[in-house]
Structure formats: C-alpha cells, structure tokens
C-alpha cells in the first residue's frame, strides 16, 4: 500500500510564509510526478503545483511568483513553499502524486488527506 501524509498547514497573516510538505510512503517502485492541489469552501478542488520526474514545474497561474515547489526523490518528498500569501490562499491542501507500486503495471494516482491553511489576520 501507498500513503501521502502532508504537513505544514496553519494560520498564516497575509503577506507570510508556510511551508508545505508531503511525504510518500509504502511499496513505491517510482514516482512519475507529485504535486498539491487546493480546495477553498464552496469550489472546486484545483491544480496549485506540479512537478514531474525530470524536474520540469507547472504552477497555476494565480500563484505564479510566490509559491515553489521541489522534490526530494530521495525521500519521496514534495514541499511547497509559500510567499506573499492572500487570504484567497486558504483552503485545504491536498498532495498528489502518479505512483507506480511494486507489482504494479500502470501508476495510480494517489491523495493525502490534506491540510489546512488560513491566511487571515
């Protein structure tokens, strides 16, 4: 079994910093890709950042020049860091990644259980 376990989330004033991060665990043969996306109370969940294997990035573009995500692949760790956060930031972050298992024949896609960030003062 796979497992994503994220942390890192909490009450932030706007114009702060957190740092996200998410580690998977388990019977992992690769990762293709890891990223987080968000859910804000009444929308829909949506892609913030997103890294692949070879290293290449894609960030929504509403946070484009204040978040960065990296990977330790070592670790099977994504991290996000937030700058210059909004209170339009807050929502419930949720790490993603393509994982192929031992034994398996194609990656799945896999979710942690998200954590919470307030941007508020």
């Known amino acids: 079994q796979v497992q994503l376990v994220e942390s890192g989330g909490g009450l932030v004033q706007p114009g702060g910093s957190l740092r996200l991060s998410c580690a998977a665990s388990?019977?992992?043969?690769?990762?293709?890709?890891m990223g987080w996306y968000r859910q804000a109370p009444g929308k829909e969940r949506e892609l913030v950042a997103r890294?692949?294997?070879?290293?290449?990035?894609n960030y929504a573009d509403s946070v484009k020049g204040r978040f960065t995500i990296s990977r330790d692949n070592a670790k099977n760790t994504v991290y996000l860091q937030m700058n210059s956060l909004k209170p339009e930031d807050t929502a419930v972050y949720y790490c993603n990644a393509m994982i192929l298992s031992r034994g398996g024949i194609l990656a799945l896609p896999y979710w942690g259980k998200g954590t919470l960030v307030t941007v508020s003062s």
């Open positions: 890294i692949i294997s070879g290293g290449s990035t």
């Open positions: 388990g019977s992992i043969f690769s990762i293709n890709s």
